[in-house]
Structure formats: structure tokens, C-alpha cells
């Protein structure tokens, strides 16, 4: 008796394991995409609670300003002097296209944002998309 497989046999496993892959390869697909509008969402999140955290913990004016491929927070100095606090990758990085973007909020000493602070942005790749909602009083939602 010998052993081993005949070609049949070996083209039946490579056809159910094409068969497996062509089912799996669309989902895994939309859940890149989900991932990755999640994460662009999860960046203007936790840009925003920086930001107020820097003014509030250094008494200090802080701006963020917000661009598809670079946040920054910045800290008011004197009133022509700003210092870079922190500085990091944009929703881009992650592929995403995001509406609502460049965008500049202006933080006050006590982490409350000042003037025109409210907004809205959308982070789209494929089918999946988040909204992030920044209320007036820097309260941040993701729907």
C-alpha cells in the first residue's frame, strides 16, 4: 500500500481552500476598513482631551490645530510665542478620507475651548465611517 495523495484529492483541497479565501477576503477587507475609520476617529479624540489637559494642567492658552496628516497641541508662551507640546501623525495614516479638516481650536487656561469650537468630522474608507461630534463646550462623541 502506498501512501501519499492523488492529484484529484490535491485539487479538491486547493479548490476548498480557494473557496474559503474568496469568501474571507471581503470581510476582512470591510474590517480594515472599519479599523481604520475607528482609529482616524480615535486620533481627533484623544487630540482634543490633550489638548484641554495641557491647558489645564499648565494654566496656559493651548491650541490644537488639526490637519489630514498632522495634529498638533501648542501652548501659548506670550502673545507672540508659541511652544509645540506635542506633535503627531494626522487621520491620513490610517487612510482615511475626513471631512471638517484643517481646523484650529483655541483651549483656554481652564481646558474649556474658546470661541467658534464646535464641529463635526467624518472619517470614510470604503463602507465604514465614524463622526466624530465636538461639542461647544469640548465635549467629544463618535457615532
Given at each position: 500500500?502506498?501512501?501519499?495523495t492523488t492529484l ?22 470591510a474590517l480594515r ?63 482615511v478620507s475626513m ?45
Amino acid at each position: 500500500m502506498r501512501r501519499g495523495t492523488t492529484l484529484l484529492e490535491l485539487v479538491i483541497a486547493l479548490m476548498v481552500v480557494g473557496l474559503a479565501l474568496a469568501l474571507a477576503v471581503p470581510a476582512l477587507g470591510a474590517l480594515r476598513d472599519r479599523l481604520s475609520a475607528d482609529g482616524a476617529s480615535a486620533l481627533l479624540v484623544s487630540a482634543h482631551a490633550r489638548a484641554r489637559m495641557i491647558a489645564a494642567v499648565e494654566g496656559r492658552v493651548a491650541l490644537l490645530s488639526l490637519w489630514a496628516d498632522l495634529i498638533v497641541v501648542e501652548v501659548v508662551e506670550s502673545p507672540a510665542d508659541t511652544v509645540t507640546r506635542w506633535k503627531g501623525p494626522g487621520p491620513a495614516s490610517h487612510h482615511v478620507s475626513m471631512t471638517g479638516l484643517p481646523r484650529r481650536i483655541v483651549f483656554g487656561a481652564n481646558g474649556i475651548p474658546l470661541g467658534f469650537a464646535n464641529g463635526t468630522y467624518v472619517a470614510t474608507r470604503g463602507g465604514a465611517r465614524r463622526q466624530v461630534v465636538v461639542s461647544r463646550y469640548g465635549r467629544v462623541r463618535v457615532f
